[in-house]
């Protein structure tokens, strides 16, 4: 990495350093705070050697970038809240990826990828449902990290909810058609195994 760039006032700078140690642990820095632990979890047979397994002691690569995901969303709500004269008490985010995980462990001609990122957001907050669009809106055209997911064409499904209420009051599909979902397809292919094994 080059030293002592001049960059546009525009570009922010983020500078993250790691070190591997021993089997599949991996810790990460950022100066002046706290380091974070990567390990893949303990369980997973990814075959020769055996010594390469995780001992869970940390987070995953993927855990920490969902929380990337949704701490860099959750901030950009506030700023956009803010700038939208929004009232909000509080916002609770929930992320599931469904990632294939065969290229990596597997079947070593196929690519890893995410099948479907189910991101559910729910405001504590009195304001419409319009004005709620408008902030989404707003949101993911603001957010690097969601920016960051969508031009990877990674599928998502965004659902909104109001505090109290377990019933959407909307959802945003990017990067996938109508109807039936990634996931329905990957529940669809568990249930037909499920069948032919029994």
Excluded at 127 to 151: D, K, N, Y
């Amino acid at each position: 990495m080059k030293e002592k760039q001049t960059y546009p006032a525009y570009i922010g700078v983020s500078d993250i350093t790691t070190t591997s140690h021993e089997q599949m642990r991996v810790e990460g820095f950022f100066e002046g705070q706290p380091s974070l632990m990567f390990d893949e979890p303990e369980g997973f047979d990814i075959g020769d050697p055996p010594d390469l397994r995780g001992r869970s002691r940390g987070w995953t690569p993927v855990h920490a970038q969902l929380a990337a995901l949704a701490g860099c969303t959750s901030i950009t709500i506030a700023v956009v809240a803010r700038d939208q004269k929004f009232k909000h008490k509080g916002l609770a985010t929930k992320l599931r990826s469904l990632i294939d995980i065969r290229g990596f462990f597997f079947d070593l001609h196929l690519q890893p990828r995410f099948e479907q990122l189910n991101f559910d957001l729910t405001l504590d907050t009195r304001e419409s449902t319009a004005r709620i669009r408008a902030l989404a809106a707003e949101t993911h055209r603001r957010c690097p990290q969601l920016g960051l997911f969508r031009l990877a064409g990674i599928p998502m499904l965004v659902t909104w909810y109001r505090k109290g209420s377990r019933r959407p009051l909307f959802e945003e599909r990017f990067s996938m058609r109508r109807g039936r979902t990634p996931e329905d397809r990957l529940v669809a292919v568990a249930k037909r195994s499920a069948k032919k094994a029994a």
